[in-house]
């Protein structure tokens, strides 16, 4: 999340919305705990979420976050960098078409209703 942060302020981003399936996280962040945190990134996301921009945080739930679950267990002891990805994986590319046709039909479904 840190480094992600990072990116997008040296990108001039203004909105950032940040989501994660890390409950513990997104409640400190939101609860102000985070600036007492005796773990260090914890303390600089939380400076860089006030740094002239606005930040959102939501959670999410696993399920929910099926591509970057699947990224994250495809690079698991291999990365310590931020990997910025133009085109998806083909590994996950039918997870996020699962997405479009779930996000399509819910829609559809809540139109009709």
């Not at 909105?15 to 400190?28: F, H, P, Q, R």
Request: hydrophobic share 45%.
């Amino acid at each position: 999340m840190l480094e992600g942060l990072k990116l997008v302020w040296s990108w001039s981003f203004q909105k950032v919305e940040i989501k994660s399936d890390n409950a513990l996280l997104i409640d400190t962040l939101r609860n102000g705990l985070a600036a007492v945190n005796n773990i260090v990134e914890v303390r600089m996301i939380h400076e860089w979420f006030y740094k002239g921009w606005e930040v959102k945080c939501r959670l999410i739930l696993r399920d929910s976050n099926k591509v970057a679950d699947c990224l994250d267990n495809e690079a698991r002891g291999r990365m310590n960098q931020l990997v910025v990805l133009n085109d998806p994986p083909q590994n996950v590319r039918h997870i996020l078409e699962e997405d479009i046709q779930y996000a399509l039909h819910s829609k559809a479904a809540y139109v009709e209703a």
